[in-house]
């Protein structure tokens, strides 16, 4: 004796119905993956302590390798906290290498040449040396003048040097306004 009272279900969704499920099942599943992803980074991150509960003795003979060395130096107290050192050591040498780079910049000064090309003007000296290297990379022989204005203070030029007549700069100028859209260059005499 079956029912016949049975009745046939039936979804019936409007377009406006149907973009909002679409949207919503797409948001629940977008949200799904970014946290699993967020839970995934932090998984092999648990301390000793989290992971002594764990009844595997492939899992601790692992474990016990690894982290002998690392166990041995914290109970020796060999720690050494050398962050402030190595800061110190790379401002030095940073300063060798601004003085260096003064050094040449006189040596390069007795350019022959009437004229010269100013690329640009910093009153960063970090500035500066990025645009002399990238127009070393370039293939250009660039030098970095230091000028002392009253009203404005210290500025760093960075200059090509040597050119014997205007017409040399010029072509050196348009070449570089080119390869590089914000520069706008001088032609210099003297």
């Known amino acids: 004796m079956s029912s016949r009272n049975v009745k046939d279900f039936e979804f019936k969704l409007s377009k406006l119905g149907l973009a909002i499920f679409i949207f919503g099942s797409s948001f629940l599943l977008l949200f799904v993956f970014i946290f699993g992803v967020k839970v995934g980074r932090d998984m092999d991150s648990y301390t000793e302590k989290d992971t002594t509960d764990i009844q595997c003795p492939v899992k ?41 780079t003064e050094k ?70 348009v070449k570089l306004e080119k390869k590089i859209k914000w520069l706008r260059c001088l032609v210099i005499r003297g």
Request: proline content about 2%.
């Open 60 to 100: 601790r003979k692992i474990r016990g390798s690894v982290d002998a060395p690392r166990a041995a130096k914290r109970e020796e107290g060999d720690f050494k906290l050398n962050f402030y050192d190595d800061l110190v050591r790379k401002r030095k040498t940073t300063e060798k290498k601004i003085k260096t």
């Open 104 to 173: 040449k910049a006189e040596a390069k000064s007795s350019f022959k040449g009437k004229y010269r090309v100013q690329a640009a003007s910093f009153r960063d000296r970090k500035e500066a040396e990025v645009l002399c290297k990238k127009l070393s990379n370039m293939g250009y022989d660039p030098v970095v003048d230091v000028v002392d204005l009253k009203s404005k203070g210290r500025w760093f030029r960075v200059c090509l040097k040597g050119f014997e007549t205007h017409s040399d700069a010029k072509k050196v100028e």
